[in-house]
């Protein structure tokens, strides 16, 4: 399947990841650089296996929305699978949060 991600939740992994070179001075660039490829790479490949992740169970906006819930990098990712009308099934990631800032 190929997979979507909504605009706020690579600004929500860019402020993360800003912030974390901020205040952690033992945080290094090239190791942020390291960890966004991997996130990037993974939420790439949900595509192949979006069915076998669990409805989201903490986050209230995100159990409403009956939002799937995919698990990388210390991330929680909401996500839905849409089929489309030639019946294609997508992948739609609508939102991040770290597992810091996860309520």
């Not at 001075?25 to 490829?37: A, G």
């Not at 790439?44 to 409805?55: F, K, M, Q, V």
Request: glycine share 2%.
């Amino acid at each position: 399947m190929k997979v979507y991600i909504d605009r706020q939740v690579h600004w929500r992994i860019e402020d993360f990841y800003e912030n974390a070179l901020l205040n952690h001075t033992t945080l290094d660039e090239i190791t942020v650089m390291k960890k966004v490829h991997r996130l990037y790479d993974a939420l790439e490949n949900l595509g192949s296996y979006a069915h076998i992740y669990p409805l989201a169970r903490l986050k209230k906006e995100w159990t409403t929305k009956e939002y799937k819930e995919f698990i990388c990098e210390d991330f929680h990712f909401a996500y839905q699978i849409y089929t489309l009308e030639d019946g294609t099934e997508i992948v739609r990631i609508h939102d991040a949060v770290h597992s810091l800032l996860y309520k």
